[in-house]
């Protein structure tokens, strides 16, 4: 489905909502020429070329992104794969969620799937898009992890892996309401995030898989059911079918406690019950260089761990740092084999 590891990996990055910062990431991207011969992979931008120069010429930035038809496969080459997408219309300042910017959103991201799994390209990089925006424009998923698994025909449910060294995180749910996770979770979705998870780390980032661990979902892990009975009922036997698998998970453990001493190196990585358990430490440790990663599609999907940023899109301030790590985090998986 890839192409050979032979060749240059070959990496598209998509624009995100063409109303947010990701033109400008783009645009960036595009004028570090040196980075991107340093990083040894042919990168495609998939999005609005007119989107690029308009800004570009806004900010008196002399550049003339060369426009392909097909993802580029030399090392150090970067080239745009322009779309004709629905106009976004004028960015007004601050920017706000729009059908348009999620439709432009949603075509960007679907193209590049098709490119990826025709074996034209190796690897995607996406850029943020708005939740609110794809509701807008009547997408029935709430983001990207839920719609590449679709797209992908994904035989199992895709698993959402945060990075942020040292940190590690895979969560078990994702965007779901904070009222309606104790309901949803079973010890089946625990057991393949974890078993997911702990693929992933051997495979493309060389940890051992028999050193994670699983947070509770109830303060104190319950402290023995007085404030929940999860943990017994769901987790503690999701943690034994994971150990009969051959899985060294540890758990449940607070997550108060938990993440100090994973972020100290003593575990590989954990598994978060839900979205914000997670994601606080992983952005405290550094929001301007996380890289989310999806986990458990037959394509391999990075992206940064930030958002559209509305309120200062299209001023050119928008760190790049994260979306290079996500660059760089998928050329990685992409030399760690298929």
Not at 213 to 232: M, S, V
Request: hydrophobic share 40%; net charge positive.
């Amino acid at each position: 489905m890839c192409k050979a590891q032979t060749q240059t990996p070959g990496i598209i990055v998509t624009m995100g909502d063409p109303l947010g910062i990701g033109p400008e990431l783009c645009l960036k991207i595009l004028n570090d020429k040196k980075w991107v011969g340093n990083s040894g992979a042919a990168i495609t931008i998939c999005g609005s070329l007119r989107l690029l120069d308009e800004l570009a010429s806004s900010k008196d930035i002399k550049i003339k992104p060369e426009c392909v038809k097909t993802p580029v496969s030399e090392k150090g080459r970067i080239a745009v794969l322009d779309m004709d997408v629905i106009d976004p219309g004028p960015v007004k300042e601050p920017a706000v969620p729009t059908p348009e910017g999620g439709k432009a959103s949603v075509k960007f991201i679907e193209r590049a799937v098709r490119e990826v799994m025709s074996g034209r390209a190796d690897a995607i990089a996406t850029g943020p898009i708005s939740k609110e925006a794809l509701k807008l424009a009547g997408c029935k998923h709430p983001g990207h992890t839920e719609m590449l698994g679709e797209l992908c025909g994904a035989h199992r449910r895709p698993v959402m892996m945060m990075l942020s060294d040292p940190l590690r995180v895979a969560f078990v749910t994702t965007h779901l309401a904070v009222k309606n996770i104790p309901g949803s979770l079973t010890t089946g979705k625990i057991f393949h995030a974890a078993r997911t998870f702990a693929e992933a780390l051997e495979k493309y980032f060389g940890k051992n898989s028999q050193d994670i661990a699983l947070c509770a979902l109830n303060p104190h892990a319950g402290d023995g059911g007085r404030f929940g009975d999860e943990e017994r009922m769901i987790l503690k036997p999701a943690i034994d079918k994971l150990h009969q698998s051959g899985i060294g998970i540890q758990g449940p453990l607070p997550a108060d406690t938990l993440f100090y001493k994973a972020a100290q190196g003593m575990y590989s990585g954990v598994v978060a019950i839900y979205h914000d358990q997670g994601m606080i430490p992983v952005k405290m440790l550094g929001l301007g260089k996380a890289v989310n990663v999806t986990l458990g599609l037959p394509l391999i999907r990075t992206s940064p761990a930030h958002g559209t940023a509305y309120d200062i899109a299209g001023q050119y301030k928008a760190d790049p740092e994260s979306m290079k790590n996500a660059i760089r985090t998928a050329l990685n998986m992409v030399a760690a084999g298929p």
